[in-house]
């Protein structure tokens, strides 16, 4: 369970990473005019609600397993 965890825990980092990064091209694009793209995965429609939604769709379960593991371990 701990690599289950550990798994959903990255995905869940990444896909944070992915959309913070989105937003942080185009906040630079608006007060410094660059001209910067977001060639990885620019032409996906709906992106940012996709990688808002897979946030909680791999981060909660992975709270519920550690919160499972945590009150059968007696902690």
């Known amino acids: ?6 798994v959903l825990d990255t995905l869940t980092g990444i896909c944070v990473v992915l959309l913070f990064s989105k937003y942080f091209v185009a906040y630079a694009n608006m ?12 032409n996906i429609p709906h992106l940012p609600i996709i990688l808002f939604i897979l946030m909680f769709i791999f981060g909660v379960p992975s709270e519920m397993i550690k919160d499972r593991q945590r009150k059968n371990n007696g902690v």
Not at 1 to 6: A, N, Q, V
Not at 31 to 42: M, Q
């Open 1 to 6: 369970m701990t690599h289950l965890t550990k």
């Open 31 to 42: 007060v410094f005019d660059w001209n910067l793209r977001w060639y990885l995965l620019e």
